[in-house]
């Protein structure tokens, strides 16, 4: 049974940082691609960082590129996200997803191509 569980989430001030943890299990597959999602309130879920798990590409959102890392820890099989110059917009829970198969470009931040989801870790950013 597929595992996906964040941690790391907390209150921040508006410019401070915070580092978002993934621990994954019980894959039957490796997945290609795992992600971040982010969903405030009364908003549709985002997708904001991706990263192939074969060659390590990652691709960002326009909101948070420049200012979010993605990562993954092969050993411990961890997926991370360094969120630095937090805003108060990035406030949302935030998700990570795995997706098994191969993805186009145009599908690397779309909620619908993964299949796999943890329960999320609320993000607040205060100013």
């Known amino acids: 049974q597929v595992q996906l569980v964040e941690s790391g989430g907390g209150s921040v001030q508006v410019g401070g940082s915070l580092t978002l943890s993934c621990a994954a299990s019980g894959y039957p597959y490796k997945p290609n691609y795992m992600a971040w999602f982010r969903q405030a309130p009364g908003k549709e879920r985002e997708g904001i960082a991706t990263i192939a798990t074969g060659d390590s590409t990652t691709y960002y959102a326009g909101s948070v590129n420049g200012r979010f890392t993605i990562s993954r820890d092969k050993l411990v099989n961890t997926l991370l996200l360094q969120m630095n110059s937090l805003k108060v917009e990035d406030t949302a829970m935030y998700y990570c997803?795995?997706?098994?198969?191969?993805?186009?470009?145009?599908?690397?931040?779309?909620?619908?191509?993964?299949?796999?989801w943890g329960q999320g870790t609320q993000v607040t950013v205060s100013s």
């Open positions: 997803a795995a997706a098994i198969y191969p993805l186009a470009a145009v599908r690397l931040l779309r909620s619908e191509a993964y299949k796999y």
